[in-house]
């Protein structure tokens, strides 16, 4: 219990000390451009692990390939093919993506990145909590306020998407995560906690290639 209540403390922390005075709500948000999907784009992200013991992120080793290879049509809406291709997890670490080659597609609809099975994965118009479809009770939140994610890859601009389970108190339990968004480059950086399993997981930018 030690163990889960400073991992909290740990992610309450770094989420608190990257925002600026900046308010998104002031900003006018590009959807065409926004999530950089076009054919050719691509990022390359590593999975970080932290120690509560050094108070340290540690490299797992397990990187990311992501490419936009093509587009196809299904069910009359246009997707962006999206390969990703995942190595390093040699030890089939059941909280890091497994090995592999994944396909996947998203669109844009109006504001929002849809996957093909019409699960939400991020939107920019609304800053309201959402309950998320096809997500077994969980809700969604976009944070009003500018945030800088520092990586590997730069410093980025971005918007903060908060994803959490409540109680009937309205208290939030379980599994949390953050995804950050910067506008015509897309997915910077995601945070993961995981109470049960004792892990504050990290999935930075390191390099991209945007047409």
Not at 40 to 54: E, F, I, L, P, R
Not at 163 to 179: H, L, V
Request: one cysteine or more; charged letters at 25%.
């Amino acid at each position: 219990m030690k163990n889960i209540l400073f991992l909290i403390s740990s992610f309450a922390l770094l989420l608190s000390c990257n925002s600026n005075d900046d308010d998104i709500t002031e900003q006018q948000v590009d959807n065409t451009s926004f999530y950089a999907l076009k054919v050719g784009n691509t990022w390359n992200y590593k999975h970080y692990d932290y120690n509560a013991d050094t108070e340290e992120f540690i490299d797992t080793g397990i990187s990311e390939q992501v490419e936009i290879t093509g587009k196809e049509t299904i069910y009359n809406d246009e997707y962006f093919v999206i390969k990703t291709t995942t190595v390093g997890n040699d030890n089939t670490l059941n909280y890091f993506p497994d090995n592999g080659v994944k396909i996947t597609y998203n669109r844009v609809y109006e504001y929002s990145l849809v996957a093909e099975t019409n699960r939400l994965i991020f939107y920019t118009n609304n800053f309201d909590e959402t309950m998320l479809a096809f997500s077994d009770g969980y809700f969604s939140k976009i944070n009003p306020e500018a945030l800088i994610r520092s990586v590997n890859a730069g410093d980025f601009n971005c918007l903060e998407m908060d994803i959490y389970r409540k109680n009937d108190a309205g208290e939030i339990i379980g599994n949390r995560s953050k995804r950050y968004y910067s506008d015509g480059i897309g997915l910077i950086n995601t945070i993961s906690i995981r109470p049960t399993q004792n892990r504050l997981t990290e999935k930075r930018l390191e390099s991209y290639s945007i047409q």
